[in-house]
């Protein structure tokens, strides 16, 4: 059993879930959000301050934080930051396979 090979494995899994459970929280935020899910609801608030975290780093990416239409918000920010750790996850994965090579 190679030990290199273990180790990059487990970095992907681990980066995959990161980003699995990242994306999932995030896609359940924006259709909250777009329903105008009510921030004092238990699972609504706990959603929101959970995936604030996940959204620092595009935070002041977008002027609006969202915009209404008929009544229904869209989280531009949140669309973005899902795009974003998908890529962050890509990169770390291939970093990672290339250190290990060396």
Do not use: C
């Not at 994306?23 to 301050?49: C, Q, S």
């Not at 977008?62 to 973005?80: E, I, K, P, Q």
Request: no cysteine; charged share 15%; hydrophobic share 60%.
């Amino acid at each position: 059993m190679d030990l290199a090979k273990v180790n990059r494995q487990m970095v992907e899994q681990l980066v995959s879930l990161f980003v699995v459970l990242a994306e999932a929280l995030l896609i359940v935020r924006v259709v909250l959000r777009f329903f105008n899910g009510n921030p004092d609801a238990t699972f609504v608030h706990w959603v929101y301050t959970n995936t604030q975290v996940l959204l620092e780093p595009l935070r002041n990416v977008f002027t609006s934080v969202d915009v209404v239409s008929r009544g229904w918000v869209v989280d531009y920010v949140a669309l973005a930051a899902m795009a974003f750790w998908v890529v962050v996850g890509y990169l770390v994965v291939g970093l990672a396979s290339r250190w290990v090579r060396k």
